[in-house]
């Protein structure tokens, strides 16, 4: 029985959309989401290049999962992609922010977008081993500079983090043993803490633990869980501040664990202590933090300078203001001035403002109050316990409301 030409034409133009277009799309979603694209940032860019492409998108994101729908509502095609969170990858997020400016101004045909991910996707890494290995021990070191170590802090904290990064270079080849990362390394940390303080003599144990875990600490993950609440992405916020919490959970506990070796070693022996660093050191470790966690969040060299002076210039801004207004407030002085640096950057360079927000948020994210607070904890000390952890949450408070300030007053000029 043959079908009415007006119901063929309806049916053909119900028909869930596919082609070379949809494929760039969910390709192009999955690749920005593997390098650790917040969800608030994914569904906006990918609504905007399925717009441009004549599609009918929506898009839904979780930190393990992708749904992306086209076409009308009575006849969409739907795709469930399964993804595990990703590392931060600055130079992919910035060649795939190319390529998508490229597609959707005709400059590549969908099909050849497709094929330009998958080239993306398949770059060997920009650095080796030997040079993250290295920059997980400079970025400890700086860190124990910049919680107000000494040397004996900063050595102990050096050689735990280069442990730490070998640690984490093995593991990731397989799966299972990565579960395992966090708590392993806390208790590493802590132990390396305890010994050195037996044989150095006086030193700070919690300093020195805290910055060998410094990059472990999931403070970026907090602050962009509250950026997605308050976007409201409430599934992927809550599930991200889920994870930060079980995070916070498995370095208290390996901290437990290690610090309990106090308890068999002799006590430490008086020595003279050293003489304090002088203040020009803070700023020397602040460009060395910058330059290392810009190769960790595998930026190009290029960006390296700029990372580290944006990630400069908002801890100065942070720390001064701190001292005159408070921490809460000296957080959201430091999230302004680093989001209207990065953005105003961005725009002169015509880059994502992402590839400098990110890497100088690290120095501003309350990962080492977090910690500070569960070490209270589980010193049964919980009136400081809760305090610090209320203060944690407010700092991580400004810094959202610092960097949304930033957004309306130096709109960004891409997305991402």
Partial sequence: MAVPPEIAESLQRHAPPSGPSVAFALRLAEALHRYGTPAHRLEDLMKRVSGRLGLEGRFFSTPTSLFASFGPPEALRTSLIRVEPGDMDLERLTLLDVLADDVIHARLSPAEGALRVEAILARPPRFGPVLQVLCWALAGGAGARLFGGGLKEMAVATVSSLLIGILSEVTQRQPSSARVLEPVAAILSSSLAVLAASFLGTMSIQVATLAGLIVLLPGLTLTVALNELATRHLISGTSRLTGAAVVFLQLGFGVALGSRLAEVLPPPPVVPPLPPLPAWTQAVSLAVAGVSIGVLFRARPRDWGWIAAAGTFAFLGARVSSGLLGPQLGAFVGAVLLGI????????????????????LMLLVPGSVGFRSLSSLLERDVVAG??????????????????????ALVPPRKVL
Avoid at 342 to 356: C, D, E, F, M, Q
Avoid at 389 to 397: G, T
């Fill in 341 to 360: 640096g990065g953005n105003t950057l961005a725009r002169l360079r015509n880059k994502p403002s992402v590839t400098i927000v990110v890497p100088g």
């Fill in 386 to 407: 809760v305090d610090t952890a209320f203060n944690m949450l407010m700092v991580a408070v400004a810094l959202v409301a610092g960097l949304l300030s930033a957004n």
